[in-house]
């Protein structure tokens, strides 16, 4: 009986044990794995950014329950001890107490940081990535600490510039004056020498930046310019390093080329490079198995396989290299099928709107112009008839300003429709008159005021059948020798024809006017839908992460509400975009309103946001902190900015991408007027332009068809404003258009 005491004791015991073990993993499981990653840079290095990115995505696929801290040392703008020192006690003073599960470091610098400061966070595995083999075996490593090694073959680069420039005979290499550009300087050097084929070699190392960009801009165009690294001059300066090789591939008279993906699209030709996505993939999955258990010290470094051939096809186009040159299974980058093979349908219907435009607006302009004669004439006819009509008795009037007497003419009852047997009086006229038209009338029949010479008077009369003419009534004094009136005299006109043809001239300016903002904003049909997609992409991905959440047992609720809160976000932000081009494609009649002029500005800069990005164009925004209001028509003065600013684009089409910026502008109120500037970098106007670029159908465009900045002109003309266009003293083009200040009228409570 003891025995079985003892017995059943004991599975007690170990089943409380086993229960406790399996608590405790569960309770481990569920908790959150924590991930710092160091940075050696700040967050404007793209290299580091899109491997951390890359890495971040495929820790999250493994799993939702991984926290990401990250760090950036900043180590290439301060390279000093005391900072390194800084920079180490912050990081272990946050982390110290509650460490993370793993440390990633990211770019060259970041992994000596954590070897030199080596009681950092003693205990947490390291997985480093893009650090090359010099760099790993001159550290001495943890066991805890293993990664990614980019061997980088820059002998495979040089070897694609000789497929692509076979002729070249001189060799250009630049590095800068940083600790990551000095280790290149001594791998470049060797490289050269063993190669087979010899160069007249020039090495740009550790220059001033200022006389790096004078050396090469000045190189011959035959000559191959391999870039590697500048993360600092020999002035101190500190630089990004993909942003330099932009630079300088876009002032070199030679093709460029490096080793780093992240030069690829930004002019360099490319060269042999592994993606940083893949390195940060790679780094991710070595991460995931630590994670998961595995023994740090038995995961040796790796070395992404990932490696080809890449390069731009836009650079190979600018610089004139054959695309048969290239080694088998290069990546050829930007390459986009014609729009002939891709989009026939839509080019041909394209094609067919075009012509059916030009037909539309062709016709518009042979009314418009004639129109314009139907006006001519009248208006000469109407000269010659003035104060000359009563040789033919034709709707003569006189009055005499102290007795009141009035006499008219015969033709005035034909004017008036007046019965044969009704008498000319000023009554009778009078009563024909369209009673909203009546005090006008009166005004203009009782003459002058002793300070006018004269008077016209436009009014309606209704006649007898119902139909409604238009009058015009002019007047003038009679001064006698003492300078005294006592004779008023004039004649009336009948203007109808002369008013339909106005209306018709308003009408047709209009379309004029639709016509334009369509053309405009066909061209920016790519831009518009990118704006429009971006709202929806989020939408549909927050309502799939809603969805995701609420099959959970226990969904997150504050979660659900802030994808839900983003989805209404982003259909406001598609409803905001929407509603600007409704109103920009909108016909009809405008009315006159109070326009907030900064407000106008940031409408038509949101609107344009897709097209500046498309085109690598920059803005900037130098708005008055005051409000200028103005009274007019916000459609019309939205389309004449929208006009400038494209023109202001346009004429950036050759200007380097680094130099392309719009800044748009406004100035507080100078003798009640508010400025509105758009400055471009572009090639500004040129002599034989200058003082016909407001004439219709003057086009410096290919495209264009000479009637932008002459309705704007006439645009803000109507609005009392003026629209100028001038030459930049530092370069490009000044476009500016003044307009009348209004104060705003606010309501009461």
Same mark, same amino acid.
């Given at each position: 009986?003891?025995?079985?005491?003892?017995?059943?004791?004991?599975?007690?015991?170990?089943?409380?044990?086993?229960?406790?073990?399996?608590?405790?993993?569960?309770?481990?499981?569920?908790?959150?794995?924590?991930?710092?990653?160091?940075?050696?840079?700040?967050?404007?290095?793209?290299?580091?950014?899109?491997?951390?990115?890359?890495?971040?995505?495929?820790?999250?696929?493994?799993?939702?329950?991984?926290?990401?801290?990250?760090?950036?040392?900043?180590?290439?703008?301060?390279?000093?001890?005391?900072?390194?020192?800084?920079?180490?006690?912050?990081?272990?003073?946050?982390?110290?107490?509650?460490?993370?599960?793993?440390?990633?470091?990211?770019?060259?610098?970041?992994?000596?940081?954590?070897?030199?400061?080596?009681?950092?966070?003693?205990?947490?595995?390291?997985?480093?990535?893009?650090?090359?083999?010099?760099?790993?075996?001159?550290?001495?490593?943890?066991?805890?600490?293993?990664?990614?090694?980019?061997?980088?073959?820059?002998?495979?680069?040089?070897?694609?510039?000789?497929?692509?420039?076979?002729?070249?005979?001189?060799?250009?290499?630049?590095?800068?004056?940083?600790?990551?550009?000095?280790?290149?300087?001594?791998?470049?050097?060797?490289?050269?020498?063993?190669?087979?084929?010899?160069?007249?070699?020039?090495?740009?190392?550790?220059?001033?930046?200022?006389?790096?960009?004078?050396?090469?801009?000045?190189?011959?165009?035959?000559?191959?310019?391999?870039?590697?690294?500048?993360?600092?001059?020999?002035?101190?300066?500190?630089?990004?390093?993909?942003?330099?090789?932009?630079?300088?591939?876009?002032?070199?008279?030679?093709?460029?080329?490096?080793?780093?993906?992240?030069?690829?699209?930004?002019?360099?030709?490319?060269?042999?490079?592994?993606?940083? #996505?893949?390195?940060? =993939?790679? %780094? +991710?999955?070595? &991460?995931?198995?630590? !994670?998961?258990?595995? /023994?740090?010290? $038995?995961?040796?470094?790796?070395?992404?396989?990932?490696?080809?051939?890449?390069?731009?096809?836009?650079?190979?186009?600018?610089?004139?290299?054959?695309?048969?040159?290239?080694?088998?299974?290069?990546?050829?980058?930007?390459?986009?099928?014609?729009?002939?093979?891709?989009?026939?349908?839509?080019?041909?219907?394209?094609?067919?709107?075009?012509?059916?435009?030009?037909?539309?607006?062709?016709?518009?302009?042979?009314?418009?112009?004639?129109?314009?004669?139907?006006?001519?004439?009248?208006?000469?006819? #109407?000269?010659?008839? =003035?104060? %000359? +009509?009563?040789? &033919?008795?034709?709707? !003569?009037?006189?009055? /005499?300003?102290? $007795?009141?007497?009035?006499?008219?003419?015969?033709?005035?009852?034909?004017?008036?429709?007046?019965?044969?047997?009704?008498?000319?009086?000023?009554?009778?006229?009078?009563?024909?008159?369209?009673?909203?038209?009546?005090?006008?009338?009166?005004?203009?029949?009782?003459?002058?005021?002793?300070?006018?010479?004269?008077?016209?008077?436009?009014?309606?009369?209704?006649?007898?059948?119902?139909?409604?003419?238009?009058?015009?009534?002019?007047?003038?004094?009679?001064?006698?020798?003492?300078?005294?009136?006592?004779?008023?005299?004039?004649?009336?006109?009948?203007?109808?024809?002369?008013?339909?043809?106005?209306?018709?001239?308003?009408?047709?300016?209009?379309?004029?006017?639709?016509?334009?903002?369509?053309?405009?904003?066909?061209?920016?049909?790519?831009?518009?839908?990118?704006?429009?997609?971006?709202?929806?992409?989020?939408?549909?991905?927050?309502?799939?992460?809603?969805?995701?959440?609420?099959?959970?047992?226990?969904?997150?609720?504050?979660?659900?509400?802030?994808?839900?809160?983003?989805?209404?976000?982003?259909?406001?932000?598609?409803?905001?975009?929407?509603?600007?081009?409704?109103?920009?494609?909108?016909?009809?009649?405008?009315?006159?309103?109070?326009?907030?002029?900064?407000?106008?500005?940031?409408?038509?800069?949101?609107?344009?946001?897709?097209?500046?990005?498309?085109?690598?164009?920059?803005?900037?925004?130098?708005?008055?902190?005051?409000?200028?209001?103005?009274?007019?028509?916000?459609?019309?003065?939205?389309?004449?900015?929208?006009?400038?600013?494209?023109?202001?684009?346009?004429?950036?089409?050759?200007?380097?991408?680094?130099?392309?910026?719009?800044?748009?502008?406004?100035?507080?109120?100078?003798?009640?007027?508010?400025?509105?500037?758009?400055?471009?970098?572009?090639?500004?106007?040129?002599?034989?332009?200058?003082?016909?670029?407001?004439?219709?159908?003057?086009?410096?465009?290919?495209?264009?068809?000479?009637?932008?900045?002459?309705?704007?002109?006439?645009?803000?003309?109507?609005?009392?404003?003026?629209?100028?266009?001038?030459?930049?003293?530092?370069?490009?083009?000044?476009?500016?258009?003044?307009?009348?200040?209004?104060?705003?009228?606010?309501?009461?409570?």
């Amino acid at each position: 009986m003891a025995a079985f005491s003892n017995m059943t004791g004991t599975r007690i015991v170990g089943l409380s044990i086993g229960l406790l073990l399996l608590l405790a993993g569960e309770a481990r499981a569920a908790e959150r794995m924590r991930v710092l990653m160091l940075h050696a840079f700040n967050y404007s290095f793209p290299a580091t950014s899109v491997i951390a990115e890359a890495a971040r995505k495929r820790l999250v696929e493994h799993s939702n329950s991984v926290e990401i801290d990250a760090e950036f040392l900043d180590l290439a703008r301060n390279a000093d001890e005391a900072h390194s020192l800084r920079t180490a006690t912050f990081i272990r003073d946050k982390y110290g107490k509650h460490p993370p599960d793993l440390m990633i470091t990211l770019g060259s610098n970041a992994l000596p940081f954590v070897v030199k400061h080596r009681d950092l966070l003693p205990d947490v595995p390291v997985v480093f990535a893009s650090i090359s083999p010099q760099t790993y075996a001159a550290l001495q490593l943890s066991p805890r600490t293993t990664g990614i090694i980019t061997a980088f073959d820059l002998a495979k680069t040089l070897s694609l510039a000789e497929r692509l420039q076979p002729e070249a005979r001189r060799l250009f290499v630049v590095a800068g004056s940083g600790e990551t550009d000095r280790r290149w300087q001594p791998l470049a050097r060797k490289m050269i020498e063993e190669h087979g084929r010899k160069f007249e070699t020039t090495f740009l190392f550790e220059l001033p930046y200022s006389e790096l960009v004078a050396k090469l801009s000045k190189i011959p165009s035959d000559a191959i310019v391999i870039v590697l690294t500048v993360f600092a001059d020999s002035e101190g300066k500190t630089f990004v390093p993909a942003q330099v090789a932009a630079e300088l591939s876009a002032l070199s008279p030679a093709p460029v080329y490096g080793p780093y993906d992240t030069f690829v699209g930004r002019g360099a030709v490319g060269g042999f490079v592994e993606t940083f #996505e893949s390195i940060g =993939t790679a %780094a +991710a999955d070595m &991460a995931i198995e630590i !994670l998961q258990g595995r /023994d740090p010290a $038995t995961l040796a470094p790796r070395t992404n396989p990932a490696q080809h051939y890449r390069v731009d096809y836009r650079a190979m186009q600018r610089w004139g290299l054959s695309e048969k040159n290239l080694p088998a299974d290069t990546q050829v980058l930007f390459k986009s099928p014609t729009i002939w093979n891709q989009y026939r349908g839509t080019v041909l219907a394209a094609l067919f709107i075009v012509g059916l435009q030009t037909i539309l607006v062709a016709a518009l302009l042979f009314q418009r112009r004639r129109g314009r004669r139907v006006e001519n004439l009248l208006k000469d006819s #109407e000269e010659r008839m =003035t104060f %000359a +009509a009563a040789a &033919a008795n034709i709707g !003569l009037w006189q009055v /005499d300003r102290k $007795t009141g007497e009035l006499w008219v003419t015969e033709h005035c009852r034909a004017l008036f429709r007046l019965a044969s047997d009704a008498p000319l009086t000023r009554e009778a006229l009078l009563s024909a008159v369209h009673p909203d038209d009546l005090e006008i009338a009166k005004a203009a029949m009782r003459g002058p005021s002793k300070t006018e010479q004269s008077t016209v008077r436009d009014v309606r009369i209704v006649l007898p059948s119902g139909e409604v003419r238009w009058i015009r009534m002019r007047a003038r004094s009679y001064p006698e020798g003492n300078g005294e009136s006592k004779q008023q005299g004039g004649i009336f006109v009948d203007i109808t024809e002369q008013k339909s043809a106005e209306a018709e001239t308003a009408l047709q300016r209009l379309e004029i006017e639709h016509l334009m903002r369509v053309s405009v904003l066909g061209e920016l049909s790519g831009s518009i839908a990118h704006e429009v997609n971006q709202p929806l992409t989020a939408i549909l991905s927050n309502a799939q992460a809603a969805l995701h959440l609420l099959a959970q047992n226990s969904p997150d609720l504050v979660e659900v509400r802030d994808a839900l809160q983003d989805i209404v976000h982003e259909d406001n932000r598609a409803g905001e975009v929407i509603h600007r081009l409704r109103s920009l494609l909108k016909k009809g009649e405008r009315k006159a309103e109070s326009v907030n002029i900064n407000d106008l500005v940031r409408s038509t800069v949101s609107l344009l946001h897709s097209e500046l990005i498309g085109r690598d164009i920059s803005l900037k925004l130098d708005l008055d902190h005051a409000p200028f209001f103005t009274r007019g028509d916000s459609v019309q003065l939205q389309q004449v900015l929208l006009n400038l600013v494209m023109n202001a684009m346009d004429a950036m089409a050759s200007t380097p991408v680094a130099q392309r910026s719009i800044l748009i502008s406004t100035g507080g109120p100078q003798a009640g007027m508010v400025d509105v500037l758009v400055k471009d970098r572009g090639h500004g106007i040129r002599p034989k332009e200058n003082g016909r670029l407001f004439e219709p159908f003057y086009t410096t465009k290919s495209h264009g068809l000479g009637l932008g900045l002459p309705l704007c002109s006439t645009i803000i003309q109507a609005h009392h404003g003026r629209l100028t266009l001038v030459n930049d003293e530092r370069g490009g083009a000044i476009a500016k258009f003044s307009l009348p200040v209004q104060q705003p009228i606010f309501g009461t409570a």
